[in-house]
């Protein structure tokens, strides 16, 4: 099983957990579907996207447990990234963790292996 990633501001957090699910973050809605990462591109996707944002979360999911709604595609550089196709239902999220902002603004996100 392949562990991704979805960074997104608490704020949309906390509506999804009152929701049930997660819809995506305007970029996602605008795209289409939910951009996710893997650990070896999430804190690419931090510095990209979200350099000076605070009060960020980090959503860990089993890519397994999104069955087919779930598509590798190449995206950033040719790499393959996990995108769905659909709502994030909130039980299929493993764990979330907090994103503080390192010195030098961007996200720390940790370990990601």
């Known amino acids: 099983m392949a562990r991704i990633y979805k960074i997104l501001p608490r704020a949309e957090w906390r509506a999804a ?3 049930g699910a997660f819809a995506g973050s305007a970029v996602d809605l605008a795209d289409g579907y939910i951009h996710f990462s893997t650990g070896a591109q999430a804190a690419e996707t931090a510095r ?3 350099a000076g944002q605070a009060d960020l979360v980090v959503l860990e999911v089993e890519a397994d447990d999104l069955g087919a709604a779930l ?3 190449p995206s950033r550089g040719g790499d393959l990234f996990p ?3 659909g709502r994030l239902p909130t039980a299929a ?9 390192g010195a030098d603004g961007v996200p720390q996100l940790g370990d990601l292996a």
């Open 93 to 101: 999220v493993r764990a979330a963790s907090e994103a503080p902002l």
């Open 71 to 73: 598509k590798w595609e």
């Open 83 to 85: 995108h769905l196709y």
């Open 17 to 19: 957990q009152a929701a």
């Open 48 to 50: 990209r996207h979200f």
